[in-house]
């Protein structure tokens, strides 16, 4: 009578829809981009997770030329392990490039997005930078490769300094 048993509460299990695992810890959830409204900025792309992501002036399209030392402080926006493609919640346009190594960069109409290792909060902007690399910027969705202009202001006004990072305006 349990045989019959087991198989009723299986009947029953699978019934009511797929048992989902629980996700292991070493597993990462896809790497999606969204689109967040900020009070200084306006729209700008962001990680589902809250960070900001920026872009590289110096880089051409669909090419990154931060590495090494850059990379470390800026570090490139990569797809999960075992990821396809970006994901965008609310955002399209998105791909990758293969960096050297092989892992996949996300990229917003062929801009490589970063993240900044000053920003040590969700929701911050601290990278609207120019350092010892480069000119950084947040990424306007709507235009993509131009100057962000602050709400209610015409330039950048961004002026934290880091270590790393040489001159801030």
Known sequence: MLVGTALVAGTIALAAGPVLAARPANIRPPTTIVVEKTSS??????????????????????????????????????????????????????GTITRAGGARQVTYKGIPLYRFAGDTGVGQVKGNIKDSFGHWWVVDPAHPASVPEQVGGTAPTTSTTFPFSGVAY
């Open 41 to 94: 900025w306006g729209a700008i792309l962001a990680l589902s997770s809250g960070w900001t992501v920026y872009r590289f002036a110096r880089d051409p399209m669909d090419k990154s030329t931060c590495v090494g030392e850059c990379a470390r402080y800026w570090p490139p926006v990569l797809l999960a392990p075992g990821q396809k493609s970006p994901v965008g919640r609310g955002i399209g346009h998105l």
